[in-house]
């Protein structure tokens, strides 16, 4: 398995969808609204979905216009009044950089048709995405149109966006399913979570597969990497950053200059130097000489501050400290080979997590195994730039999704059977709130211990986003529940 073998292109990317009880049940009951190409128009929430995820062609996005358009920063989700994504961050043509709103529709006239031209809360909309059309609405913003911009085919996009974990959750109470539930033995419960894991892990890797199809396999892995280190606020940023490394990569540089290059192509280097930490400013007057050299050669592709979030973020997480690591993993040259050697290897499930720590861990940083930021004050006790738990979420998200849809696409069963077992194994990952909530309401549940894996985790929150964010907090209409006790006997029969 090499990146640089041709991309095969399946004859059927759907089959990607794995053909279990709870993918069939998911489609019956409609939580997924599958469509059909060139069948019918996409619902609104769908389209955004897409722009969400931005699973669009990105470099091929211009107005109706003709003016090309750069998304920095898709914007968050507003599940209140007003615009759909707020805090954007796009440049139109050859203007600055803008933040603001992003409001969906399906026509061009929904923008007068649902008055939003008329509405105080819609004056800070800097786009109008439309699924198709070809003259933008009286007095609207700059309108881009996105049916011929997908990355695949609507009914792929369908079938897989509702993978990602939801922004809210039913109020805090159990779910009509508890019971049903609980009266699973403990091995069922396994497998039906399992079973819904499965649409989670082959979500990511047919986000891989699209993207692959673009850019190549090993520039799709860079980008999920990125993705991944910026978490949630800052995940697109840092996709942007990636999208553009054949631009800023060079081969032959050391992690310290591609440090500085990426910190000043980000935006996140400093713009003065203080005397508040001595440690900290010798390497800030080391970075801004080494950047200071190049800045014009890179003016093109710098991304404006303001697309970073720096708020409710642990200190380890920080943007600057996740792009130092980065730079590491890019001197490197091997890391992608050293993650198919790795894919290839016969390992204990054991040793699976310390057995990839080892391949992304940075052996040392003389400045960033000692400092959270680049102003902060010097630690008493080194950090290393990555830790167990940061692997984790890196493997099952990025790693072991990218190679399990390779060995598809090379039609090497040996090692996808390979891969799909050590997401099933794969210990779980760090709680946190939507786990903790999802526990409670849908198992009667609060402890973390109750979901031993990592696919034990992934197939509750799919549950959550196939089901419990399609309903109510009194569970109306949702079809789960028939699930739960439908699935002692499906298992029987089995």
């Not at 398995?1 to 073998?5: H, L």
């Not at 799709?220 to 991944?228: D, I, K, N, P």
């Not at 592709?301 to 501050?305: A, N, S």
């Not at 999704?401 to 050590?422: A, D, S, T």
């Given at each position: 398995?090499?990146?640089?073998?041709p991309?095969?292109?399946?004859?059927?990317?759907?089959?990607?969808?794995p053909d279990?009880?709870y993918a069939?049940?998911?489609?019956?009951?409609?939580?997924?609204?599958f469509?059909?190409e060139?069948?019918?128009t996409?619902?609104?929430?769908?389209l955004?979905?897409?722009w969400?995820h931005?699973r669009?062609l990105?470099n091929?996005l211009?107005?109706?216009?003709?003016q090309?358009?750069r998304?920095l920063?898709?914007?968050?989700?507003?599940?209140?009044?007003?615009?759909?994504?707020?805090?954007?961050v796009?440049?139109?043509?050859?203007?600055?950089p803008?933040?603001?709103?992003?409001?969906?529709d399906?026509?061009?006239?929904g923008?007068?048709?649902?008055?939003?031209?008329?509405n105080?809360?819609?004056r800070?909309?800097?786009?109008?995405?439309?699924?198709?059309?070809?003259k933008p609405?009286?007095?609207s913003p700059a309108?881009?149109?996105?049916?011929?911009?997908?990355?695949?085919?609507?009914?792929?996009?369908?079938?897989?966006?509702?993978s990602?974990?939801?922004?809210?959750f039913?109020?805090?109470?159990r779910?009509?399913?508890?019971?049903?539930?609980r009266?699973?033995?403990?091995?069922?419960?396994s497998a039906l979570l399992?079973?819904?894991a499965?649409?989670r892990?082959?979500?990511k890797?047919?986000?891989f597969?699209?993207?692959?199809?673009?850019?190549?396999?090993e520039q799709?892995?860079?980008?999920?990497?990125?993705?991944?280190l910026g978490?949630?606020?800052?995940?697109?940023p840092?996709?942007?950053?990636?999208?553009q490394r054949?631009r800023?990569?060079?081969?032959?540089?050391?992690?310290f200059?591609?440090?500085a290059?990426l910190?000043?192509v980000?935006?996140?280097?400093?713009s003065?130097?203080?005397?508040a930490?001595?440690?900290?400013d010798?390497?800030?007057r080391r970075?801004?000489?080494?950047w200071?050299?190049?800045?014009?050669?890179?003016?093109e592709?710098?991304?404006?501050?303001s697309?970073?979030?720096?708020?409710?973020?642990?200190?380890?997480n920080?943007p600057?400290?996740?792009?130092?690591?980065?730079?590491?993993w890019l001197?490197k040259?091997?890391?992608?080979?050293?993650?198919?050697?790795?894919?290839?290897?016969?390992?204990?499930?054991?040793?699976?997590?310390?057995?990839l720590l080892?391949?992304?861990?940075?052996?040392?940083?003389?400045f960033?195994?000692?400092?959270?930021?680049m102003k902060?004050?010097?630690?008493k006790?080194?950090?290393?730039?990555?830790?167990a738990?940061?692997?984790?979420?890196?493997a099952?998200?990025v790693?072991?999704?990218?190679?399990?849809?390779?060995?598809?696409?090379?039609?090497?069963?040996?090692?996808?059977?390979?891969?799909?077992?050590?997401?099933n194994?794969?210990p779980?990952?760090?709680d946190?709130s939507?786990?903790r909530?999802?526990r409670?309401r849908?198992?009667?549940n609060?402890?973390?211990?109750?979901?031993?894996?990592?696919?034990?985790?992934?197939g509750?929150?799919?549950?959550?986003?196939?089901f419990?964010?399609?309903?109510n907090s009194?569970?109306?209409n949702c079809?789960?529940?028939?699930?739960?006790?439908?699935?002692n006997?499906?298992?029987?029969?089995?």
């Open positions: 398995m090499t990146t640089r073998e991309f095969r292109k399946s004859k059927d990317n759907l089959s990607l969808a279990s009880f069939q049940w998911r489609l019956k009951n409609g939580a997924i609204p469509l059909r060139n069948q019918e996409p619902p609104e929430h769908l955004q979905s897409i969400q931005q669009l990105r091929q211009v107005t109706l216009d003709g090309p358009v998304i920063h898709p914007g968050f989700l507003n599940r209140a009044g007003g615009p759909d994504f707020s805090a954007a796009i440049r139109i043509g050859d203007a600055p803008c933040s603001g709103d992003v409001e969906v399906i026509h061009a006239n923008w007068r048709a649902h008055s939003h031209d008329r105080p809360n819609f800070n909309v800097i786009l109008h995405v439309i699924w198709d059309g070809e609405a009286p007095n309108t881009v149109a996105i049916s011929k911009k997908l990355d695949s085919p609507i009914g792929q996009l369908s079938l897989w966006l509702n990602e974990s939801p922004e809210n039913p109020e805090r109470l779910g009509k399913c508890c019971s049903p539930l009266e699973l033995s403990a091995e069922k419960l399992l079973d819904a499965q649409i892990f082959r979500a890797a047919a986000q597969q699209a993207r692959a199809r673009l850019v190549g396999w799709s892995l860079w980008e999920g990497l990125f993705r991944a978490y949630k606020n800052n995940s697109w840092m996709q942007s950053l990636a999208e054949e800023w990569m060079s081969p032959r540089l050391s992690a200059d591609l440090q290059r910190f000043g980000s935006g996140l280097l400093p003065e130097l203080t005397r930490q001595l440690s900290a010798g390497y800030l970075l801004w000489d080494r200071w050299r190049e800045r014009e050669e890179f003016s592709c710098l991304l404006p501050r697309v970073w979030r720096f708020s409710g973020q642990r200190p380890a920080h600057q400290r996740r792009l130092a690591l980065a730079a590491h001197t040259d091997r890391l992608v080979n050293a993650l198919e050697r790795w894919c290839a290897a016969s390992l204990d499930d054991e040793f699976l997590s310390s057995s080892e391949i992304l861990q940075v052996k040392n940083d003389e960033w195994f000692w400092h959270w930021t902060s004050a010097r630690l006790k080194a950090q290393p730039l990555i830790g738990a940061r692997v984790t979420d890196l099952v998200n790693i072991l999704p990218w190679l399990w849809i390779r060995c598809v696409e090379g039609k090497n069963e040996k090692l996808q059977n390979r891969v799909e077992h050590r997401f194994v794969w779980a990952a760090e946190n939507v786990l909530l999802a409670e849908l198992l009667g609060s402890s973390p211990r109750s979901l031993k894996t990592a696919a034990a985790q992934q509750l929150i799919q549950i959550v986003r196939d419990c964010d399609h309903s009194i569970c109306e079809g789960f529940p028939g699930l739960a006790r439908s699935w006997s499906v298992e029987t029969a089995k």
